[in-house]
């Protein structure tokens, strides 16, 4: 029997699952970061490699999507990565106060703890995710897409803020505390939040698919039939490139505004949130014209593209505006807006292409991609210093340093849009062949 689609109840229930994500995540990669460096003063690098650790752990997202796509049913992955990540997260603030007298053990517990976050994040958030393309009507991606990305950082808004105040005045155990409460609530809603939201298991499309896979070679066989697929191997491409141009930025653009323009640390502190809050615009924005484009053909790769060219139009702006004379607060704005709109229409994308794919490839492919992102944006990070350095050391020149950089990004994003309009108009052989699965069909 197919399961009827999710109605806007459904979507913001796995939106719930996305803010208790987020809350634990902001707790581990945020607040535990700003403690080892200031409170403790680690080395930056130290909190810096343990968040690339849990990047790196993402990578294996396709084998979390296979598993499910095997077992018929994603609540128990949902549940069980919530669970995983909320250990891991309480783990990680007992190795970070462990680390003020036994650093070198503290250090250790942390490693593991970023494992486990890693793992946490991979079989909860791609088993959201794979729900989503199952159960959401192809008219209401692009807003499903919007709403679960939102209320995601309003998980990061939300913890930050009454986390903050909890932990102050700072001290281990309170930093413990708050650690456990933040991970047991937020377990506790993604529980409420999926409970019946999946129905019940599709056993004929389980043991379909267990046979099918065993017969052809398992995961690993399953892994390679959907890279040969040119539709999911242009898509893991553009995914990669694009989410690396996305990110290489996030270390590099407040130091060039305070080298460039002369602004102060609070002032360019603000220049960070005025790019979120372009970022929010850009995605609420292509929500709700997804909403009212409904089905209309090539909307959501037209937006995928816009938005990767405008991307870089913002970026090489930012690089050109100390000889043009541009301020460049608006062209941060211009920026973040950019981002945001393409990022909710390449998860639309992603929503598109794995929900109407082959059932027994579903969780792969979005585990896939989902991989991808993860690798992409822990090293986009590390890329954009590391070259900004590279090209000082090699130039001697600051500020062409960061401009190179950022045209660098530029041209990243361009090649993301030509990736990009590849996948719109690909050939109809591959539209037939994306198309083979069940889709799901409005209920009565």
Do not use: K
């Not at 603030?93 to 991979?122: D, N, R």
């Not at 019946?196 to 043991?207: D, F, I, M, P």
């Amino acid at each position: 029997m197919t399961p009827r689609p999710l109605g806007w109840l459904g979507i913001l229930r796995l939106g719930l699952l996305q803010t208790a994500l987020g809350a634990i995540l902001v707790l581990t990669t945020s607040t535990l970061n700003r403690v080892m460096v200031v409170e403790y003063a680690m080395p930056a690098a130290v909190p810096g490699l343990l968040v690339a650790l849990h990047h790196a752990c993402q990578a294996l997202r396709p084998r979390w999507g296979y598993a499910s796509d095997r077992g018929g049913r994603r609540t128990p992955w949902i549940v069980g990565g919530m669970a995983v990540l909320a250990a891991g997260g309480l783990l990680a603030a007992i190795a970070t106060a462990w680390m003020a007298t036994a650093p070198v053990a503290g250090l250790v517990l942390a490693v593991a703890a970023f494992v486990l976050i890693g793992l946490g994040v991979g079989a909860a958030g791609t088993n959201t995710l794979i729900l989503l393309a199952e159960r959401v009507e192809d008219e209401r991606r692009a807003p499903a897409a919007t709403i679960v990305w939102v209320m995601m950082i309003a998980g990061f808004i939300v913890t930050a803020a009454l986390g903050g105040r909890a932990l102050d005045p700072y001290s281990p155990e309170r930093l413990i505390a708050v650690a456990a409460v933040v991970g047991l609530l937020a377990f506790l809603l993604s529980v409420v939040a999926v409970s019946g939201l999946e129905g019940s298991r599709r056993a004929g499309a389980a043991g379909a698919a267990s046979s099918r896979s065993e017969r052809d070679g398992g995961f690993s066989a399953m892994l390679r039939m959907v890279w040969c697929d040119p539709v999911a191997r242009r898509f893991t491409l553009f995914i990669f490139a694009s989410m690396l141009a996305y990110s290489a930025q996030d270390l590099i653009l407040e130091p060039y505004a305070g080298i460039v323009f002369g602004m102060t640390p609070g002032e360019t502190t603000r220049l960070g949130g005025l790019q979120n809050a372009g970022v929010l615009a850009g995605m609420v924005t292509v929500g709700l014209a997804g909403h009212l484009a409904g089905r209309r053909p090539g909307f959501v790769g037209a937006m995928m593209i816009a938005g990767c060219v405008a991307s870089a139009a913002a970026l090489a702006a930012i690089a050109e505006s100390p000889a043009l004379g541009l301020p460049i607060r608006p062209l941060v704005a211009a920026l973040g807006f950019a981002n945001g709109a393409f990022a909710v229409a390449a998860i639309s994308m992603m929503m598109d292409l794995a929900g109407s794919g082959p059932q027994q490839s579903r969780g792969t492919r979005m585990g896939l991609w989902g991989a991808a992102q993860a690798i992409a944006f822990g090293a986009g990070g590390l890329a954009g210093t590391v070259a900004v350095d590279a090209v000082r050391w090699a130039t001697g020149l600051t500020v062409t340093a960061y401009q190179a950089v950022f045209l660098a990004e530029a041209v990243m994003f361009l090649a993301s849009a030509l990736l990009a309009l590849a996948i719109v108009a690909r050939p109809s052989t591959d539209r037939t062949a994306l198309g083979a699965g069940e889709r799901i069909t409005p209920a009565e």
